[in-house]
């Protein structure tokens, strides 16, 4: 048994081709749309507006600052699903275990969040004013 078989080896040349390609998609997106941050040239037509460029994932995040909290529960039912799925050996109520899992970091991470409050905005001053 080989561990790096001719297969295996043709698998992992034909990732890292299809990986470098795809970072280089990525990286030549901002110069395809005028994005270069470079002043345009005397002459040259003007740089589209913000609003008429495509959104461009991981460049340009998502402007989520005041409903940040919502997004607690798909990621603790994300983190539940594939953890429940690694761990349990037999599957029977599944989905009962992943909610279940899912309520518990959604109430830790509340509970975590009043207790940083209760030490930073209300202990620490207490205790340095003596």
């Given at each position: ?18 990986t470098l390609i795809a970072l280089g998609v990525v990286l030549l997106i901002p110069r395809a749309t005028g994005q270069t941050g470079a002043a ?91």
């Amino acid at each position: 048994m080989k561990f790096l078989g001719r297969e295996r080896l043709n698998r992992l040349f034909r990732l890292a081709v299809f990986t470098l390609i795809a970072l280089g998609v990525v990286l030549l997106i901002p110069r395809a749309t005028g994005q270069t941050g470079a002043a345009p040239a005397p002459g040259a037509p003007a740089a589209p507006a913000a609003a008429d460029l495509p959104w461009r994932p991981f460049i340009d995040p998502i402007n989520v600052h005041e409903s940040w909290f919502l997004l607690l529960v798909p990621m603790a039912f994300g983190v539940a699903v594939v953890y429940k799925a690694v761990r349990m050996q037999e599957l029977n109520r599944y989905w009962m275990h992943v909610i279940y899992m899912t309520a518990q970091i959604v109430i830790a991470m509340i509970l975590l969040g009043a207790a940083t409050y209760l030490i930073v905005i209300r202990f620490a001053p207490f205790i340095a004013s003596y």
